[in-house]
């Protein structure tokens, strides 16, 4: 790699050659791995706009399909577990394409030594997940890797989907003078998993938001079709799924500080640890992107829902900043929301 | 060495009150990673707020003191 | 929450603002010295409401930024080698030494976790009695308590796989290195809070009286920042060079002595390095002799690393406030968060990180690409 810097400053190692966490952790890293290593392979003009789900023509029907891999660690938190997560998080990625899911599969990687137990747990959890959506697994695999090769057990679930005559949902319809609106409160999830890892020790009553949204998305669709682009902010968070929409439709996104909602433990968790809510993952909440004038029916849809009933609108897309986000402080000052480039770390100071 | 639970918002944790031998239950402490350093003395912290009262600014009283702090033994 | 949400309050800081703006007859240069500060400053665009009167600008605050490039060297090769548990402060992770970072020996094999708090690796210690297990010990003075309880801890319980490799550093000391030069433009310090809840605020009247600068000790949260800012406006235009205590919540005059007295035990005070900016004399801590046992260097040979400074770099002027990260040629452009080329981009804490991710919106056009 070329050596970049005349400018001796301490230290330019050049971008790594090995993978590191934040590869995974759903910000910039992440979105430069799929761009560096894989887009120029996979040759797709589907995959190019990387939405969270692959909408397809196929005799007639519009179909959705997606793929997402769980990794959770511990796999049984407050709320949910790995299983549970693996139907929830596929068929809400479905659903942020306005897919009813039809059908999911499920491919297991075991470390040997895992307690069968253990597994048969999940298995219930997740059979108890899919039959409450309904959405039927009809497909799977398990390979066994050697002990030390993995967390124990990950799991990816694939889900197909039917997208409803009518309904088009792409961050490319996002323009300006669209109003954002947020389901619920952000950072559940990941506080409440990082409250049972074992690193930072602390404790709470907070339980993972982990849902499935399809229900939601329908009830949402029922009232206007003129509904832009939908995303769940999980991995990054909402600076993220902001992030990656803005970034997508050349637009810039402003929101208020004031206008988002976060529980109190969450508050306490993120200034205990130097964490800014932004950035924790939730696997139960949406983000949508509205027509102006279809706003406020959209947003009393969505607080009667059980999962929206904390619904606001917390922001506009403006032309003014375009892939930028902002945010307005209560002082009236703006700052932006960054895509982080790997995992939020906590702070010391 | 002595341990407590303190309560930030939603939130417990464990922190050492080596540093702040006086502090009791109810009390606000400034945690640094899992230490308490000060206790915040009530009074003082008005201070702010007697500031701005110069500057005939407020009316209102902040909220009462809520939280616990629950003394685990040593 | 309590002691937080009050201070944060919009309307009270509208006032704040409006009788500093009313009370600065002339141009005043300001400087914080805690990240912690830095951060609040910035996210909240406080300097944005002062107007063109009061120039903040940003010292060396942040302990992550300055801690000096041997000792991340010490930090990786400890960490690289086989079944040693390495613990540290989660900013600590990305941080660059010569040739490699913490995350790196981490995806390579190591065995690199992150703790919030210092009795994390003591547990660790205990629950791992094979293996060695050694903790970064980062900061300026306000994580020395906690620091050297760890160490003290585990010398009275005999943890012998227990060690830490320490890298404190003063922030008087830094001070004055700042004062000292010639280019120096800050006119009032807002001394950092927490460090002076432990160590009190003598240590300034000394540099307040020889140097003729205010200082006024401020917290972290918006409306401490806009009174402390308010309190040195007001000693400027008096003519006075003070040290004043804003925080007085959490800070007295002789600070928190069992805090000391613990420090005092296990730690001396030495000259340190501080990356970017060079030697600055007796200005960090090591562990004292009678706790060699327990002192990662010496446990782990690594005492003859050595990483000489490269002599010219802005990252020194923006730790001491000299430029600001816009300033800097490659700031958004080649050094990024993802990218970083120095220390202060690397630290959530760092100037020029805490620029990028919440004020490059404001930055003249053209700086970044």
Same mark, same amino acid.
């Given at each position: 790699?070329?050596?970049?810097?005349?400018?001796?400053?301490?230290?330019?190692?050049?971008?790594?050659?090995?993978?590191?966490?934040?590869?995974?952790?759903?910000?910039?890293?992440?979105?430069?791995?799929?761009?560096?290593?894989?887009l120029?392979?996979?040759?797709?003009?589907?995959?190019?706009?990387?939405?969270?789900?692959?909408?397809?023509?196929?005799?007639?029907?519009?179909?959705?399909?997606?793929?997402d891999?769980?990794?959770?660690?511990?796999?049984?938190?407050?709320?949910?577990d790995?299983?549970?997560?693996?139907?929830?998080?596929?068929?809400?990625?479905?659903?942020?394409?306005?897919?009813?899911?039809?059908y999911?599969?499920?491919?297991?990687?075991?470390?040997?030594?895992?307690?069968?137990?253990?597994?048969?747990?999940?298995?219930?959890?997740?059979?108890?997940?899919?039959?409450?959506i309904p959405?039927?697994?009809?497909?799977?695999?398990?390979?066994?890797v050697?002990?030390?090769?993995?967390?124990?057990?990950?799991?990816?679930?694939?889900?197909?989907?039917?997208?409803?005559?009518?309904?088009?949902?792409?961050?490319?319809?996002?323009?300006?003078?669209?109003?954002?609106?947020?389901?619920?409160?952000?950072?559940?999830?990941?506080?409440?998993?990082?409250?049972?890892?074992?690193?930072?020790?602390?404790?709470?009553?907070?339980?993972s938001?982990?849902?499935?949204?399809?229900?939601?998305?329908?009830?949402?669709?029922?009232?206007?079709?003129?509904?832009?682009?939908?995303?769940?902010?999980?991995?990054g968070?909402?600076?993220?799924?902001?992030?990656?929409i803005?970034?997508?439709?050349?637009?810039?996104?402003?929101?208020?500080?004031?206008?988002?909602?976060v529980?109190?433990?969450?508050?306490?968790?993120?200034?205990?640890?130097?964490?800014?809510?932004?950035?924790?993952?939730n696997?139960?909440?949406?983000?949508?992107?509205?027509?102006?004038?279809?706003a406020?029916?959209?947003?009393?849809?969505?607080?009667?829902?059980?999962?929206?009933?904390?619904?606001?609108?917390?922001?506009?897309?403006?032309?003014t900043?375009?892939?930028?986000?902002l945010?307005?402080?209560?002082?009236?000052?703006t700052?932006?929301?960054?895509?982080?480039?790997?995992?939020?770390?906590?702070?010391?100071? | 060495?002595? @341990? /407590?639970?303190? =309560?930030?918002?939603?939130?417990?944790r !464990?922190?050492?009150?080596?540093?702040?031998? %006086?502090?009791?239950?109810?009390?606000?402490v400034?945690?640094?990673?899992? @230490? /308490?350093?000060? =206790?915040?003395?009530?009074?003082?912290? !008005?201070?702010?707020?007697?500031?701005?009262? %110069?500057?005939?600014?407020?009316?209102?009283?902040?909220?009462?003191?809520?939280?616990?702090?629950?003394?685990?033994?040593? | 929450?309590?002691?937080?949400?009050?201070?944060?309050?919009?309307a009270?800081?509208?006032?704040?603002?409006?009788?500093?703006?009313?009370?600065?007859?002339?141009?005043?240069?300001?400087?914080?010295?805690?990240?912690?500060?830095?951060?609040?400053?910035?996210?909240?665009?406080?300097?944005?409401?002062?107007?063109?009167?009061?120039?903040?600008?940003?010292?060396?605050?942040?302990?992550?930024?300055?801690?000096?490039?041997?000792?991340?060297?010490?930090?990786?090769?400890?960490?690289?080698?086989?079944?040693?548990?390495?613990?540290?402060?989660?900013?600590?992770?990305?941080?660059?030494?010569?040739?490699?970072?913490?995350?790196?020996?981490?995806?390579?094999?190591?065995?690199?976790?992150?703790?919030?708090s210092?009795?994390?690796?003591?547990?660790?210690?205990?629950?791992?009695?094979?293996?060695?297990?050694?903790?970064?010990?980062?900061?300026?003075?306000?994580?020395?308590?906690?620091?050297?309880?760890?160490?003290?801890?585990?010398?009275?319980?005999?943890?012998l796989?227990?060690?830490?490799?320490?890298?404190?550093?003063?922030?008087?000391?830094?001070i004055?290195l700042?004062?000292?030069?010639?280019?120096?433009r800050?006119?009032?310090?807002?001394?950092?809070?927490?460090?002076?809840?432990?160590?009190?605020y003598?240590?300034?009247?000394?540099?307040?009286?020889?140097?003729?600068?205010?200082?006024?000790?401020?917290?972290?949260?918006?409306?401490?920042?806009?009174?402390?800012?308010?309190?040195?406006?007001?000693?400027?235009e008096?003519?006075?060079?003070?040290v004043?205590?804003?925080?007085?919540?959490?800070?007295?005059?002789?600070?928190?002595?069992?805090?000391?007295?613990?420090?005092?035990?296990?730690?001396?005070?030495?000259?340190?390095?501080?990356?970017?900016?060079?030697?600055?004399?007796?200005?960090?801590?090591?562990?004292?002799?009678?706790y060699?046992?327990?002192?990662?260097?010496?446990?782990?040979?690594?005492?003859?690393?050595?990483a000489?400074?490269?002599?010219?770099?802005?990252?020194?002027?923006?730790?001491?406030?000299?430029?600001?990260?816009?300033?800097?040629?490659?700031?958004?452009?080649?050094?990024?968060?993802?990218?970083?080329?120095?220390?202060?981009?690397?630290?959530?804490?760092?100037?020029?990180?805490?620029?990028?991710?919440?004020?490059?919106?404001?930055?003249?056009?053209?700086?970044?690409?």
């Amino acid at each position: 790699m070329s050596d970049p810097i005349q400018f001796t400053c301490p230290l330019p190692l050049a971008v790594g050659d090995r993978i590191v966490l934040g590869h995974g952790s759903g910000g910039r890293l992440s979105v430069e791995l799929l761009r560096d290593v894989f887009l120029p392979f996979f040759h797709s003009p589907i995959l190019n706009r990387l939405d969270d789900q692959a909408v397809f023509e196929f005799r007639g029907a519009r179909l959705a399909f997606t793929t997402d891999s769980f990794v959770v660690k511990p796999l049984f938190f407050r709320g949910g577990d790995i299983g549970s997560l693996a139907v929830h998080g596929t068929v809400n990625d479905l659903a942020m394409g306005g897919a009813t899911p039809l059908y999911l599969s499920a491919g297991f990687i075991l470390e040997e030594g895992l307690e069968i137990e253990t597994l048969r747990r999940v298995a219930e959890s997740m059979g108890r997940a899919a039959d409450d959506i309904p959405v039927e697994i009809v497909t799977g695999d398990t390979k066994v890797v050697e002990k030390g090769s993995g967390d124990g057990l990950f799991i990816n679930t694939t889900g197909i989907g039917l997208v409803p005559e009518g309904v088009r949902l792409s961050p490319t319809l996002v323009r300006p003078g669209d109003l954002v609106l947020l389901s619920g409160p952000i950072g559940d999830h990941g506080i409440a998993i990082l409250a049972e890892r074992e690193g930072l020790q602390f404790s709470t009553d907070l339980v993972s938001d982990c849902a499935p949204l399809h229900g939601l998305v329908a009830a949402m669709l029922a009232v206007s079709l003129d509904i832009r682009a939908m995303r769940d902010p999980t991995r990054g968070g909402l600076s993220s799924a902001l992030n990656e929409i803005a970034s997508r439709a050349q637009v810039g996104i402003t929101i208020e500080e004031s206008a988002i909602p976060v529980r109190e433990e969450v508050r306490g968790a993120c200034e205990m640890l130097g964490l800014d809510p932004l950035y924790v993952a939730n696997e139960g909440k949406l983000v949508a992107f509205v027509a102006p004038h279809a706003a406020e029916s959209v947003l009393a849809a969505m607080r009667r829902h059980p999962l929206g009933h904390d619904a606001v609108l917390i922001g506009t897309v403006t032309d003014t900043h375009p892939e930028l986000v902002l945010l307005r402080t209560p002082f009236g000052t703006t700052r932006i929301v960054d895509m982080l480039p790997g995992d939020q770390l906590p702070r010391i100071c | 060495m002595r @341990f /407590a639970t303190v =309560r930030f918002g939603g939130v417990t944790r !464990q922190a050492c009150l080596d540093f702040v031998p %006086e502090a009791q239950c109810g009390d606000y402490v400034i945690v640094h990673v899992g @230490f /308490a350093i000060s =206790r915040v003395d009530a009074e003082e912290a !008005q201070r702010t707020y007697r500031l701005l009262e %110069e500057m005939e600014a407020l009316e209102e009283e902040p909220g009462a003191l809520e939280a616990e702090l629950g003394k685990d033994g040593a | 929450m309590k002691y937080l949400d009050e201070y944060r309050d919009p309307a009270l800081a509208r006032r704040l603002v409006a009788e500093i703006r009313r009370s600065a007859t002339q141009p005043w240069v300001l400087m914080e010295i805690c990240g912690g500060q830095t951060h609040t400053l910035v996210k909240y665009g406080i300097e944005e409401l002062l107007g063109s009167r009061i120039e903040l600008v940003h010292g060396p605050g942040c302990p992550v930024c300055v801690t000096p490039l041997e000792i991340l060297d010490k930090a990786i090769a400890i960490a690289s080698i086989p079944r040693v548990i390495f613990v540290s402060y989660g900013d600590m992770l990305r941080v660059p030494g010569s040739h490699s970072d913490l995350f790196r020996v981490k995806a390579a094999g190591g065995d690199v976790r992150i703790a919030y708090s210092p009795m994390d690796a003591l547990r660790l210690a205990r629950e791992n009695p094979q293996r060695p297990v050694v903790f970064f010990a980062v900061g300026f003075e306000t994580t020395a308590p906690a620091n050297s309880t760890a160490v003290w801890q585990a010398k009275r319980e005999g943890l012998l796989n227990f060690s830490m490799l320490v890298s404190h550093v003063l922030v008087p000391p830094a001070i004055r290195l700042l004062l000292e030069q010639s280019a120096n433009r800050v006119q009032g310090f807002i001394a950092p809070g927490h460090v002076c809840t432990v160590m009190g605020y003598e240590e300034y009247e000394e540099l307040a009286a020889r140097y003729k600068v205010p200082f006024v000790v401020g917290g972290f949260e918006p409306l401490d920042l806009l009174e402390a800012i308010l309190l040195l406006v007001r000693q400027l235009e008096e003519g006075r060079a003070q040290v004043e205590n804003q925080y007085v919540r959490s800070v007295s005059r002789g600070g928190n002595e069992a805090a000391r007295r613990r420090m005092v035990e296990v730690f001396e005070v030495v000259d340190r390095n501080w990356r970017g900016i060079g030697p600055i004399a007796q200005s960090g801590y090591r562990l004292r002799p009678d706790y060699a046992a327990f002192d990662a260097e010496k446990v782990f040979g690594v005492e003859t690393i050595s990483a000489p400074e490269p002599p010219e770099c802005i990252s020194a002027l923006v730790l001491q406030g000299l430029k600001k990260p816009v300033d800097c040629p490659v700031f958004g452009s080649r050094c990024t968060p993802a990218t970083p080329m120095g220390a202060p981009m690397v630290s959530s804490e760092g100037a020029c990180a805490i620029y990028y991710q919440y004020r490059r919106h404001t930055a003249p056009a053209g700086a970044i690409t």
